[in-house]
């Protein structure tokens, strides 16, 4: 290998490392910042076991128009002893010696790597920038701030709509002589790994967004390519064991894949027209 390729190499190496340098004092800094709210995280999480959900104030809503239109239908199956039903509290459990603390560690190490996104991505942007023109490096803070609120909106919706819905149907299974008894690690491990997969899933767009911009991908490309997109949807979300949770993550994986190609289609890049010679 040339010195000349030695070089840039080398220089690609420096600048990355100066990136990463970066970005892992951020992450300590968030971290630090966010340990000392990890008992409102764990709240926040451990929330779907207490019963008190939106999918319980929809079971009421349905439950109450089954009783107004069809209160034969609402006796038979005994639906009001559903909605009056206390809800029960569960507890998560432990059973290695320090294995709270770990988790607490955890939380506040997404937490702060949350809190300092805008940080990461802009470090990304500047160890890309050089391989971009001057016009498109003022796109810096439209990149930070879409990627930061993508990621942002991917955590919150799988938080907020679908982690009550996985939890609820796993507390469906109890009955006489099956008792739920969740651990701590195993629930909270489960919780910010599909946290860190619907943050990386609703960034898809962007991405679509950038590389229709920059002429690397077009409408075409990705629309004649919707069975791969779904194959590979599934293939990913297959490496999770149970049913739910496979389709938990398929669909919105699919779903942002179908918005990646109509946000290559709004904002890409428009081919010149050819010229005729006469």
Same mark, same amino acid.
């Given at each position: 290998?040339?010195?000349?390729?030695?070089?840039?190499?080398?220089?690609?190496?420096?600048?990355?490392? !100066?990136?990463?340098? &970066?970005?892992? $004092? %951020?992450?300590? #800094?968030?971290?630090? $910042?966010?340990?000392?709210?990890?008992?409102?995280?764990?709240?926040?999480?451990?929330?779907?076991?207490?019963?008190?959900?939106?999918?319980?104030?929809?079971?009421?809503?349905?439950?109450?128009?089954?009783? =107004?239109?069809?209160? %034969?239908?609402?006796?038979?199956?005994?639906?009001?002893?559903?909605?009056?039903? =206390?809800?029960?509290?569960?507890?998560?459990?432990?059973?290695?010696?320090?294995?709270?603390?770990?988790? /607490?560690?955890?939380?506040?190490?997404?937490?702060?790597?949350?809190? $300092?996104?805008?940080?990461?991505?802009? /470090?990304?942007?500047?160890?890309?920038?050089?391989?971009?023109?001057? !016009?498109?490096?003022?796109? &810096?803070?439209?990149?930070?701030?879409?990627?930061?609120?993508? *990621?942002?909106?991917?955590?919150?919706?799988?938080?907020?709509?679908?982690?009550? &819905? #996985?939890?609820?149907?796993?507390? +469906?299974?109890?009955?006489?002589?099956?008792? +739920?008894?969740?651990?701590?690690?195993?629930?909270?491990?489960?919780?910010?790994?599909?946290?860190?997969? *619907?943050?990386?899933?609703?960034?898809?767009?962007?991405?679509?967004?950038?590389?229709?911009?920059?002429?690397?991908?077009?409408? /075409?490309?990705?629309?004649?390519?919707?069975?791969?997109?779904?194959?590979?949807?599934?293939?990913?979300?297959?490496?999770?064991?149970?049913?739910?949770?496979?389709?938990?993550?398929?669909?919105?994986?699919?779903?942002?894949?179908?918005? +990646?190609?109509?946000?290559?289609?709004?904002?890409? !890049?428009?081919? /010149?027209?050819? $010229?005729?010679?006469?």
């Amino acid at each position: 290998m040339s010195d000349e390729k030695v070089l840039p190499f080398m220089e690609h190496l420096i600048e990355l490392r !100066k990136r990463l340098i &970066v970005c892992t $004092v %951020a992450l300590v #800094i968030g971290m630090g $910042v966010c340990w000392n709210f990890s008992d409102n995280l764990l709240d926040l999480v451990e929330r779907p076991l207490t019963g008190e959900t939106y999918l319980t104030n929809v079971k009421k809503i349905i439950y109450g128009e089954v009783r =107004t239109r069809f209160p %034969a239908v609402y006796q038979h199956y005994k639906l009001a002893d559903e909605v009056n039903a =206390t809800p029960e509290k569960r507890k998560l459990n432990y059973s290695a010696p320090l294995e709270p603390f770990f988790v /607490q560690c955890k939380l506040s190490m997404l937490a702060g790597f949350v809190l $300092v996104l805008p940080v990461i991505f802009h /470090q990304i942007w500047l160890f890309v920038a050089p391989g971009l023109t001057r !016009k498109e490096r003022k796109l &810096v803070v439209p990149f930070v701030t879409a990627t930061s609120f993508s *990621f942002l909106l991917g955590g919150g919706f799988f938080l907020i709509v679908i982690w009550p &819905v #996985i939890i609820n149907f796993s507390l +469906s299974y109890e009955a006489a002589g099956l008792q +739920s008894w969740f651990n701590l690690s195993a629930y909270i491990n489960f919780c910010l790994r599909l946290i860190l997969v *619907f943050g990386l899933i609703f960034e898809l767009p962007i991405l679509s967004f950038l590389l229709a911009r920059f002429g690397i991908v077009n409408y /075409q490309m990705l629309a004649t390519r919707r069975k791969y997109a779904l194959l590979a949807s599934s293939i990913i979300a297959a490496f999770h064991a149970d049913l739910i949770t496979m389709f938990v993550i398929m669909i919105p994986l699919y779903l942002m894949y179908e918005v +990646s190609v109509w946000v290559a289609l709004l904002f890409g !890049k428009k081919r /010149q027209p050819a $010229v005729v010679q006469e």
